[in-house]
């Protein structure tokens, strides 16, 4: 490929970018936005070795604060970004009151096959 077919990159300092994403406390409306700002470089920070995948580990949960620094604290032994995501997700993934669940469930529409199966399994 000739140099004028290459079309140029950005180039990201994954260190710079890390120490740049917003704290985050715990608050579940703000856990997909922490999520997506860290899945962006994801793939960018797996191309570097195990010191340096620890080290953005670290940065990643130095933004954690509150609730979710008190989280990941008690589970201390997650250490790459998939683990410790399945953890904020498992803390603050969305929630929803009691009533909000019956909303929802009100709003589900059933194939008459499947509500009879259903009555059948639960009887």
């Known amino acids: 490929m000739t140099e004028e077919n290459q079309k140029p990159s950005v180039r990201i300092d994954p ?5 740049q994403i917003p704290q985050f406390s715990g608050d579940y409306r703000d856990l997909q936005t922490c999520i997506n700002l860290i899945d962006r470089v994801y793939p960018l920070l797996t191309v570097y070795d195990e010191p340096s995948q620890l080290l953005f580990s670290d940065i990643i949960n130095s933004r954690l604060t509150a609730k979710a620094r008190e989280v990941m604290e008690i589970n201390c032994q997650v250490q790459s970004w998939t683990d410790i995501k399945t953890v904020l997700h498992n803390n603050f993934g969305d929630r929803c009151g009691l009533e909000e669940m019956f909303d929802k469930l009100k709003g589900t529409t059933w194939d008459k ?7 059948n399994e639960i009887k």
Not at 15 to 19: D, H, R, S, T, V
Request: hydrophobic share 40%.
């Open 113 to 119: 096959t499947i509500s009879v199966e259903f009555y």
């Open 15 to 19: 260190l710079k970018y890390l120490n």
